[in-house]
């Protein structure tokens, strides 16, 4: 329902104690009002606003009302507004009656409050009933002429009509023909890639569903899903525009090595999928494998480079059950993953056995992320100690997955899951804080606690994080402990790949009184030339290094090595691994400081390390 305006009343009162009263009452009774204290500044507020309504004072020194009244009514815009006289005496409204005004009203001063706006709601009426008459009048006379003016042009319509139905019919022709021009256009660029000129997913998709929809849904077709080998390198090398030129090439080279009837998708970047169609088992599926695998292998030529790259096959048989399009894609997706782990270069067939696996993977990605709110994450402790006192002088915190029904499951069966979700930071960032959490409730235990430092890893994605420090600062605040007591661990081949601005991160973290700790060490083949770059306290032997001891001189050379290079640089050493009384003497004998291993505890729960304390605090 369209809301009513309301009523905009001009007050004219050089009475400043009578216009506030005036104003008073009629804002108190829902108008809006305007006030004006002379001729002048009434015909300056008339010049841009336009009342409802005009309340005149009859008798006002130094202005002639019946001029200004006149000179209102004799006004094309303003001679329709009411105008309500607020008089004294009876000669004076003889003396406007003889004015003969139209829409002139009047009312003694005297008058009440409840008469005044009667007056006032009755001149308001009267005037919404004059301009809804003048509206439909002046509607009446334009259909009037109008239908005059459509009349005189009937006959010369009736001529001209044929002429324009054929002309209209004519360009509607063409609209139609741009039209369907137009969407068969739009329809390909929705459908194709439009780089490469390929089928693209959301065509797959729609082409997936059609055969789903099939009763009974078609079978004897495979899938192959490709991803190129070395692409990324040639995009940061080479460019963008090498790499599109790349791209195309190898859509070309793709057509050349299928039947008409098979369709070439590009799912994204470097992803293409094949839909084989009519095969006759796995073994004629390998053979277009193999056939693609050799093309690809040979060089492209574009502009003035050789460019080489490979290609990872995931194949995908019709012989596997799939409900869902997506499920098709998973599998395929994950096929050729396999491939990528396998060296690359190669062709895998997905099995019902690898399909099984990618399921319970996808099972296990949903546990995790719902694990993280439901707090199934705990810490297990492995304690770190002196080789030449056998004294306890750290604990390398683990993080555990306490699955209700699975059980404990140790940080190796899901890390790299965790990683790859993209949520190894929170798991990084709560292995922080249940650590300085625990130390918190051991050093207020147990004095010896108060010398301990603990280990936390944390994973290279953290360390891309600009706000990690300021993280790690505020956990150590919100638990009253030390930066000094705990040490970051990081692996070997996330320093090899660090950034400057890991490096940067790397200072704060070691500026604010964090040690920092190399894990994994030796396994990277180029950290020695790199260790001096880095604000490293301490590094770890990796326990396949440890486990040479004895078994061979090249093994037991190489952990001589990086004990005697980390001393002249003034770093410690910890070696992990250490399972026999045996490597225990070797490391001691080679310097080695600190260890962990087997030999002294596996990783122990809090409670039983916060027993060992006990042992230890007497």
């Known amino acids: 329902m369209q809301t009513e305006t309301v009523a905009l009343i001009l007050i004219v009162d050089n009475n400043l104690d009578n216009s506030r009263f005036l104003s008073t009452l009629l804002t108190d009774s829902g108008f809006r009002v305007l006030a004006a204290t002379s001729g002048q500044d009434t015909f300056q507020k008339l010049d841009h606003i336009i009342p409802d309504l005009i309340l005149l004072e009859a008798m006002m020194p130094g ?11 004799t006004d094309p815009i303003l ?30 001063k005297s008058f009440m409050p409840t008469e005044l706006l009667i007056r006032i709601r009755l001149n308001l009426n009267l005037l919404k009933l004059t301009r809804s008459l003048d509206q439909k009048n002046s509607q009446l006379n334009q259909e009037i002429v109008a239908r005059q003016i459509a009349e005189a042009q009937s006959y010369q319509l009736s001529q001209d009509l044929e002429q324009r139905v054929i002309e209209r019919t004519q360009e509607l022709t063409l609209v139609i023909n741009e039209l369907q021009a137009r969407e068969e256009k739009l329809t390909y660029a929705a459908f194709h890639d439009s780089l490469t000129g390929l089928f693209n997913r959301a065509w797959l998709m729609q082409y997936l569903s059609d055969i789903f929809a099939q009763q009974p849904p078609q079978q004897g077709y495979a899938i192959l899903f490709l ?12 460019g963008h525009l090498v790499g599109d030129k790349l791209l195309q090439q190898v859509a070309h080279r793709l057509k050349n090595c299928i039947s008409q009837r098979d369709k070439i998708v590009r799912l994204s970047g470097d992803e293409f999928l094949i839909f084989l169609v009519n095969q006759d088992g796995i073994q004629s599926v390998e053979v277009v494998a193999n056939f693609i695998l050799q093309q690809l292998h040979i060089p492209f030529e574009i502009d003035t480079y050789k460019i080489s790259i490979g290609v990872s096959i995931g194949i995908l048989p019709s012989t596997l059950s799939y409900q869902q399009p997506t499920d098709i894609l998973r599998d395929a997706d994950a096929a050729m993953y396999q491939a990528k782990r396998a060296g690359k270069g190669c062709h895998i067939v997905f099995t019902s056995e690898m399909q099984q696996q990618t399921l319970q993977r996808i099972q296990l990605e949903s546990e995790l992320r719902q694990s993280i709110e439901k707090n199934e994450f705990c810490l297990y402790y492995q304690p770190i100690f002196c080789l030449a006192s056998q004294k306890l002088v750290g604990l390398e915190a683990l ?23 993209g949520i190894i930071s929170t798991l990084d960032l709560l292995a922080l804080q249940l650590a300085c959490q625990q130390l918190y409730q051991w050093q207020q235990e147990f004095p010896i606690a108060n010398s301990l430092v603990i280990h936390i890893n944390i994973s290279a994605v953290q360390l891309q994080q600009l706000d990690l420090v300021e993280q790690i600062k505020q956990i150590l605040i919100d638990n009253h402990i030390s930066p000094s007591a705990m040490r970051l661990e990081v692996t070997e081949n996330a320093l090899i790949k660090a950034s400057s601005i890991v490096n940067q991160i790397l200072e704060k973290i070691h500026t604010l009184g964090m040690k920092l700790c190399i894990d994994d060490f030796g396994t990277g083949y180029s950290c020695f030339s790199q260790l001096h770059t880095f604000p490293v306290d301490t590094i770890k032997i990796d326990r396949s290094f440890t486990n040479n001891l ?61 027993s060992f304390l006990k042992v230890q605090n007497f």
């Open 79 to 108: 001679q329709k507004i009411p105008v309500l006289l607020m008089i004294a005496s009876n000669e004076i409204q003889s003396r406007f009656l003889d004015l003969n005004l139209e829409s002139v009203d009047y009312i003694n």
């Open 399 to 421: 993080i555990q997955w306490q699955h209700p029904q699975k059980g404990l499951i140790s940080p190796d069966k899901f890390i790299t899951i965790a990683e790859e979700m």
């Open 63 to 73: 202005i002639d009302v019946f001029d200004l009244c006149h000179r209102i009514k």
């Open 227 to 238: 991803d190129l080998d070395r692409f990324k390198s040639v995009n940061d090398h080479l």
């Open 550 to 610: 004895n078994t061979n001189s090249k093994g037991t050379a190489i952990v001589q090595n990086m004990i005697s290079f980390a001393n002249a640089l003034g770093i410690s050493v910890v070696a992990e691994g250490i399972e026999t009384q045996t490597q225990l003497e070797n490391l001691q004998e080679f310097g080695c400081e600190f260890g962990q291993g087997y030999l002294f505890s596996r990783p122990l729960p809090s409670e039983q390390v916060t």
